[in-house]
């Protein structure tokens, strides 16, 4: 009973999960859709996720057809398309470039202040 509460609480960063048949943007929709984000703010927060992440202009590409680097940044900008209290990370600069790896880590403590655990 429980459980879907506490669920949706938490957001977890892993390696190679990702739907590699849809494009980097149709990943974060999915992802916001699934976690029962409504469409307007899952336009706005994709948007914003887009561009923190340099992902705009691979946006139409499939994931499958991008590259490591470029994967993991989708991983770690899926889960910022909902509001969770706890984030758990697994290596999640692995793959990232030093200035990904700085706009990652400057995202996650913007986060925190904000009342994020991770």
Do not use: C
């Amino acid at each position: 009973r429980d459980g879907t509460r506490i669920r949706n609480r938490i957001g977890v960063v892993q390696q190679g999960e990702s739907f590699d048949f849809t494009t980097v943007e149709g990943n974060l929709d999915v992802y916001g859709m699934l976690w029962g984000v409504p469409r307007a703010e899952r336009r706005k927060r994709r948007e914003e996720l887009l561009a923190r992440f340099d992902l705009g202009e691979i946006r139409k590409r499939r994931a499958f057809d991008i590259s490591g680097g470029q994967k993991r940044r989708v991983q770690v900008a899926k889960e910022f398309m909902h509001d969770m209290e706890i984030l758990f990370l697994d290596e999640p600069t692995v793959g990232l470039d030093i200035l990904m790896r700085r706009t990652l880590l400057d995202s996650v403590r913007d986060e925190v202040r904000r009342g994020l655990t991770v």
